[in-house]
């Protein structure tokens, strides 16, 4: 058993219909770089825990205050948390960033993280993990979003949808989910289907009250299934249900 719903094969063909539904219901999202691997991380560092705004604020002020990441390694943790306090946790995060640049630059002072490019993708993500305060999600926004490799980030509103679309069972851990969900989708969909389940989570599929009456994808879904012909009970078609965690992520 491995987490995700049903047979494999079956899975998969059901995934590949909602990314062209939400292809067509938000664009098919096309990767492009933006951000290096080492500015993607600590970007990703600093957007732990807060919202974008704030997080960008902290960037823009740690990348104004200090010309190179090596001045950042070696500045006074204090000064480190000055320059990023808009992004809430700073000291927590300051630390992290340090002992992050540290690890990296000794590794490769010329071109930091460079390797998450040509190592395996197993590989490149047991790398960034092994770096202080990295876990599955951190690590798969700089594989996908810094080099283009199919690598999902599941944040709150991918973990909400996949459970109510069936995609996985209530009882996966959003850290469970990554690799469970980025096996159910072909490489060249792991972009736009990241970023149309968000914007899918943010305007239909909201974690109360979800509009399932315009969703595009209700026929696919689980959640309304059960709402609609079963019980009544979202879920109620998987044994061991664990409706507490979707109490827990509404908060
Ligand atoms: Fe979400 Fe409802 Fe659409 Fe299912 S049918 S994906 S629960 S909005």
């Known amino acids: 058993m491995n987490g995700t719903v049903g047979n494999q094969p079956a899975l998969r063909r059901q995934v590949r219909d909602i990314v062209l539904r939400l292809d067509d219901a938000y664009g098919r999202k096309t990767?492009?770089?933006?951000?290096?691997?080492?500015?993607?991380?600590v970007q990703t560092i600093l957007s732990q825990h807060t919202s974008d705004v704030n997080s960008e604020r902290a960037y823009l002020e740690l990348r104004r205050r200090f010309s190179t990441w090596e001045a950042v390694r070696d500045a006074p943790v204090d000064d480190v948390v000055d320059a990023i306090r808009s992004g809430g946790l700073a000291e927590q995060k300051a630390r992290r960033i340090?002992?992050?640049?540290?690890?990296?630059?000794?590794?490769?002072?010329?071109?930091?993280?460079?390797?998450?490019?040509?190592?395996?993708?197993?590989?490149a993500k047991a790398y960034l993990t092994s770096l202080p305060g990295v876990g599955p999600k951190t690590a798969a926004c700089v594989l996908l979003f810094a080099c283009g490799r199919p690598a999902?980030?599941?944040?709150?509103?991918?973990?909400?949808?996949?459970?109510?679309?069936?995609?996985?069972?209530?009882?996966?851990?959003?850290q469970q989910a990554h690799d469970r969900l980025e096996s159910l989708l072909d490489a060249e969909d792991v972009y736009t289907f990241h970023v149309n389940m968000i914007a899918h989570g943010r305007a239909v599929c909201t974690a109360r009250n979800p509009r399932c009456a315009t969703?595009?994808?209700?026929?696919?879904?689980?959640?309304?299934?059960?709402?609609?012909?079963?019980?009544?009970?979202?879920?109620?078609?998987?044994?061991?249900?664990?409706?507490?965690?979707?109490?827990?992520?509404?908060?």
């Open 31 to 41: 990767w492009v770089p933006y951000h290096g691997p080492l500015e993607e991380l």
């Open 98 to 123: 340090q002992q992050v640049l540290a690890t990296v630059l000794d590794c490769d002072p010329d071109e930091p993280l460079s390797c998450l490019n040509s190592l395996p993708l197993d590989e």
């Open 152 to 174: 999902l980030p599941v944040d709150t509103h991918v973990y909400r949808v996949s459970k109510r679309l069936g995609l996985i069972d209530e009882r996966v851990t959003e």
């Open 215 to 251: 969703c595009p994808l209700s026929d696919l879904c689980r959640y309304y299934r059960d709402m609609t012909q079963g019980s009544g009970v979202p879920g109620a078609s998987l044994s061991g249900t664990n409706r507490s965690s979707e109490s827990r992520e509404q908060r």
